[in-house]
């Protein structure tokens, strides 16, 4: 499922993809036609960056599948990652006050909610310290995670990228509504599943402020990014980007938003897009 679309910038100067549901396939790995597909628009002259929810440390396995190692705007937007070197370029933090005001609205609010937060060093892997730490009883949506459980009080002790708001069996959208409403612009609320899990970045930061910071120094502008995605976070970046694609499995919102819908990503949607650019 295509809407026809016209790019500004043909080649672009960038392609932005986001990680899981987009440029991974329902067996969470990338095809040999998508990994083809990216190599060809990287060879004729486009970058190519991953703009994604996930921390620096889940990075690795999708750089050793795509066969090279793109800078990663991580967290939503709060970390700039080069994987490359295993350095964090930049990153935005919540402060230790401000997720005391948040945890106390998510208390509130969302009664029986479950905490944790990602926290971030100089290099992806710290061994030394926990990134992700979650409150007693904290019930995850995905399957293994790496979490270190520690007391709420150690939680909200020190800055961290992401705070993650997690309500077994709730829906995602409605937890951001009814949060809305108590934090207002004091941070932002998304989600990229809609199973009972919001997360929170500092205001004013989402994937699209992410790829501004990479591609400001090198003399870019967001309207020649091509931006791929299929969740609420991928949003502002879908919305700002010169062409916004998104996937055939996207979240309504996100195609009612997108310049153009492609193929779902078990059907090599992005790798169609970028076919079409720089293999005709």
Sequence with gaps: MTRPARLQHL???LIASDVDGTLLDGAENITARTRAAVHAAVESGSGFILATGRPPRWIPPVVDALGFAPLAVCANGAVLYDPNTDRVISARTLSADSLVKLAEVAGRVIPGAGLAVERIGEHAHDAATPQFVSSPGYEHAW???DNTEVSLEDLLS?????LLIRKAGA???DM?????????????LTYSTDNGLVEVVP?????????????????IGIEQVVAFGD???DLPMLVQAGHGVAMGNAHPEVLAAAAEITAPNTEDGLARVLERIFLR
């Excluded at 020190?158 to 992401?162: D, E, G, L, T, V």
């Excluded at 509504?177 to 932002?188: C, F, K, Q, V, Y």
């Design 176 to 188: 951001v509504a009814e949060l809305a409403d108590h934090i207002g612009s004091a941070a932002e």
């Design 203 to 219: 205001a004013g930061v989402t994937k699209a402020t992410g790829i501004e910071e990479l591609i400001t120094p090198l003399g």
């Design 171 to 173: 829906s995602s959208a």
């Design 143 to 145: 399957l293994n995670p």
């Design 11 to 13: 080649p672009p100067a």
């Design 231 to 233: 969740m609420p976070n």
């Design 158 to 162: 020190q800055p961290a990228i992401k």
